[in-house]
């Protein structure tokens, strides 16, 4: 690329100019106040401000940067030498060519892949120029500067020649009577240094002037390299903010989808929702029925629990006459308690007296027994004997011997009524089986005494 698009070399060219533009000579030419070799790679290295080496090419400024065509590589390759000053057979340009256009067809790339190819191209010089493999630009510097010097000491040699004297010659060490020359040749030596030294002075003059313009356009230069880095900048910042905006739109994009989707959830839902809340007034109606009639059958079981209340009043009243009756009743049942305990105490003394009588009973059976045979074997009969073996004798109980005693009482004496014989059956109870026993050998002597009287 052209010098003036490398930061590092501005600043040396511009020094070095502006310190000849009093001592360039006509020998020296145009062409060699810029530098025309290879690009200077030593910008690349030790710029570091700079983003990106390919935003530094200038194709992408003359390029139009709005639209997204395509561009033939021969006139990329073509801008650039002319922009750059390089000649056809340029072995960095050839390099770009190819690595452009591999199969030599001219075929055209878009901005994308000239920058990719472009920054592939800048890193490989860069790697070159640190190898040492490129060197034009150190040395094309050095060809400026020793031409300046070579320029600068001719013109010091011409005013050297213009003030040569006797005496001068002799200050430099030389013969006064060897530097005699014809005044005739000598004149025409000081009109051609003259002549010469106008001349040089003219060309010193247009020099000064075309440094001047040259200053100027490369202040110029510079102003618009200035310019078109803050364009490219500006470039940069647009296409970043171009990036950003194409994200949020596909992030939009997408929040637009999520929103669509949810949209027809919430759609479904609502509809949903429409169906449940038809559903909800259908028995909200239906509840609202229900109530009217829940408060209809309220009222009545409102006079229900009135006259429930007044009965329960009522009943509270015959509750308590019942719990007082009750009380009443129980009082009489402990008392009929104590009643029957002391009875079935009573039955057991009197369980007690009627086995000592029954063992008693048998005895006085035995002897009577004894006795029946004894006055059988005497002549004598005794109905009570005739009625005591009619009596059978699994007969044990307290009932039977009641009824036979009342039986035999009742046989005996017509007069005697069953009232007195019960209260003399008790009395036995009460008096014991002696006494008994001793009556009934009474009513046997008796007995004997009457039956031997009536023979």
């Known amino acids: ?43 690349f290295a030790s710029d570091k401000k700079s983003e990106s080496p390919v935003l530094q090419s200038p194709v992408p400024q003359r390029l139009s940067l ?16 002319h922009t750059t000053s390089r000649g056809s057979e340029d072995s960095g340009l050839e390099e770009l060519c190819n690595m452009l256009d ?36 150190m040395a094309s510097m050095e060809d400026l500067e020793f031409k300046t010097y070579k320029t600068t000491s001719e013109a010091k040699k011409t005013h050297i020649q213009l003030n040569v004297t006797s005496g001068s010659l002799e200050a430099f060490g030389g013969d006064v009577s060897k530097g005699d020359m014809d005044s005739s040749d000598l004149m025409t030596c000081v009109v051609d240094l003259q002549y010469n030294n106008q001349k040089l002075q003219e060309e010193n003059n247009k020099l000064k002037l075309t440094l001047e313009a040259v200053d100027e356009t490369s202040n110029k230069l510079l102003a618009d390299n200035k310019d078109l880095h803050q364009q490219i900048k500006s470039i940069q910042h647009f296409v970043l903010k171009a990036k950003s905006l194409e994200e949020e739109l596909e992030e939009a994009k997408t929040n637009l989808n999520v929103s669509e989707e949810m949209r027809q959830q919430i ?50 009243i015959q509750a308590h006459i019942y719990e007082n009756t009750v009380v009443s009743k129980e009082a009489i049942l402990i008392q009929k308690e104590q009643d029957i305990k002391e009875l079935k105490l009573t039955i057991v003394e009197c369980s007690s007296i009627i086995e000592t009588l029954r063992a008693e009973k048998n005895k006085l059976l035995e002897n009577m027994q004894h006795m029946q045979q004894e006055l059988i074997s ?32 009742i046989t005996k004496t017509e007069w005697m009524s069953l009232d007195e014989t019960l209260d003399r059956e008790v009395l036995v109870l009460l008096q014991g089986p002696e006494y008994e026993g001793e009556k009934f050998k009474s009513i046997i002597q008796n007995l004997v005494s009457s039956r031997f009287y009536v023979n």
Not at 10 to 26: G, I, R
Not at 276 to 296: D, M, P, W
Not at 386 to 407: D, R, T, V, W, Y
Request: net charge negative.
């Open 378 to 409: 005497n002549g004598l009969s005794f109905p009570l004997c005739k009625f005591n073996s009619n009596i059978p004798e699994g007969m044990n109980s307290l009932h039977c011997e009641l009824e036979l005693a009342q039986f035999s009482e």
């Open 102 to 137: 591999p199969d030599q067809k001219d075929v055209s790339v878009d901005l994308e892949t000239y920058h990719a190819v472009m920054k592939e191209w800048i890193e490989d010089c860069k790697r070159k120029w640190e190898d040492g493999d490129i060197k034009e630009p």
């Open 66 to 81: 709005s639209e997204r065509g395509k561009v033939a590589v021969s006139k990329i390759v073509d801008y650039l030498r």
């Open 267 to 316: 759609l479904c839902q609502n509809k949903q929702l429409e169906k449940e809340n038809q559903s909800l007034i259908i028995k909200i109606n239906s509840l609202q029925e229900e109530n009217i009639r829940n408060s209809v059958d309220s009222d009545g079981f409102q006079k229900k629990i009135l006259e429930l209340s007044k009965n329960a009043a009522e009943l509270q």
């Open 1 to 43: 690329c052209s010098p003036y698009y490398f930061r590092s070399g501005e600043a040396n060219t511009q020094n070095k100019l502006s310190a000849l533009s009093n001592t360039e000579s006509k020998g020296v030419p145009h062409e060699q106040m810029y530098l025309t070799s290879s690009p200077n790679l030593h910008f």
